[in-house]
């Protein structure tokens, strides 16, 4: 009867990799229990995710590195990856389950950045003009949610602009608003492998772990320039952020719970030195303390079975 807040299943979000091929899966060495799936798997475990409750999973590519050029070029092609997984999801489960698709150059991008690089720099406008165009590409293959991560300048004013030029009014954007350069990252770019090939760091456009009133200022625009929603990245060290960003914007406001985070328990639990369920739910409620509407977690199918359970 005291219970101030609580976790279900309906706040979980739960991210997937995609890799090329029939019947494939791979392991992700630095995040155990998760695996890239080819897209016929995706279908399967997004029907998955329909079962339990999920509301929506958001897909991340693993791009064959023969197709990453320093143009990103494959992140236009609406035959891509990512494009032929969110049409095949939609073919099968229909509206039943919300689809998010992250827009950022670095799954194609031949050095592994969010943005387009030219001598060393970031080009933030250029970027934006092929981000706008990846966002259309994929509302094209029914995606709901186009979620930008890449943190350029003016980008959620320009992709939703370029949506509704072409009749996606309904597709929402959540903006990564506040997206720390954050050593958390690591397994992910494992995953969808930008990690070997990202040169230098992401510092020039991601925030700096210190920023707090940073974050408040980035959100500020993004939701001036029509964010739907809003994401603080990574989750757990940043409470703090989520906290001030839902008391001061009254946004819906989502926290990505990264693979850092994520490697952390899985290692300590294997090691026997967590109890991994524990763990799992606690941080996970630790988000809907701290204001979150909804949390991004790779635990999203074992949470749910826990709290269905
Ligand atoms: C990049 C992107 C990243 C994540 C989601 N989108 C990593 C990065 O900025 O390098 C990280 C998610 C995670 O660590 O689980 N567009």
């Not at 219970?3 to 279900?8: A, H, I």
């Not at 031949?110 to 994929?138: F, S, W, Y």
Request: with cysteine.
């Amino acid at each position: 009867m005291v219970r101030e807040t609580g976790l279900s299943v309906d706040d979980l979000i739960w991210p997937l990799f995609i890799v090329d091929g029939e019947n494939q899966r791979e392991t992700v060495i630095s995040m155990p229990g998760v695996e890239r799936l080819s897209l016929d798997l995706v279908v399967q475990a997004a029907g998955e995710a329909k079962t339990l409750g999920i509301p929506a999973i958001a897909v991340f590519p693993n791009t064959d590195p023969a197709l990453k050029t320093s143009d990103a070029k494959e992140a236009l092609n609406p035959d891509n990856l990512v494009c032929r997984t969110v049409r095949a999801i939609k073919d099968t489960h229909g509206d039943e389950l919300g689809v998010i698709c992250d827009v950022a150059l670095d799954p194609y991008n031949a050095d592994g950045h969010d943005g387009l690089v030219r001598n060393g720099k970031i080009l933030n406008d250029e970027t934006v003009e092929l981000l706008c165009q990846q966002a259309v590409v994929q509302a094209r293959a029914g995606c709901d949610v186009v979620a930008p991560s890449d943190m350029m300048d003016g980008r959620v004013k320009a992709v939703r602009e370029a949506l509704d030029a072409e009749g996606f009014q309904n597709v929402q954007i959540m903006s990564y608003a506040a997206k720390y350069a954050s050593g958390f990252y690591g397994p992910f770019r494992d995953a969808v492998g930008s990690g070997g090939v990202l040169k230098g760091d992401k510092k020039t456009y991601q925030m700096d772990p210190a920023n707090s009133d940073e974050a408040m200022r980035e959100v500020a625009l993004d939701v001036a320039e029509g964010a739907d929603m809003v994401m603080v990245k990574p989750g757990l060290p940043y409470l703090d952020i989520v906290h001030r960003i839902k008391d001061a914007f009254a946004m819906p406001t989502y926290a990505y719970q990264v693979s850092g985070e994520y490697a952390m328990i899985q290692a300590a639990a294997a090691n026997g030195w967590l109890d991994r369920d524990a763990a799992m739910m606690e941080s996970l409620l630790a988000f809907k303390r701290a204001g979150a509407d909804g949390v991004f977690t790779y635990f999203a199918p074992e949470a749910a079975k826990k709290l269905n359970a």
